[in-house]
């Protein structure tokens, strides 16, 4: 999947972390739960801002850093 249409850093959103677009949800706020044995259903229950397309946008996006090389966040 393509995570970047998904995921941005904006400095004027949650000091730039790493959010998804349109929402002030940090994308380690859903990759914690995923860690944690939430389920996609409970996630997006407590984000309603997110949609399920999400979800897997996050797991690309962390594939992608433990490949160990510099990833290019879309502003």
């Not at 998804?20 to 706020?29: C, I, K, L, N, Y």
């Not at 984000?47 to 897997?56: G, M």
Request: charged letters at 25%; glycine letters at 4%; hydrophobic letters at 45%.
């Amino acid at each position: 999947m393509d995570w970047k249409p998904y995921i941005t850093a904006d400095p004027k959103v949650m000091h730039g972390a790493v959010c998804f677009r349109g929402t002030r949800v940090p994308v380690s706020a859903v990759l914690d739960n995923l860690a944690a044995g939430e389920t996609a259903e409970r996630i997006l229950e407590q984000h309603p801002s997110l949609k399920l397309e999400h979800i897997p946008a996050a797991i690309a996006y962390a594939a992608d850093l433990a490949r160990e090389r510099v990833v290019p966040i879309p502003a």
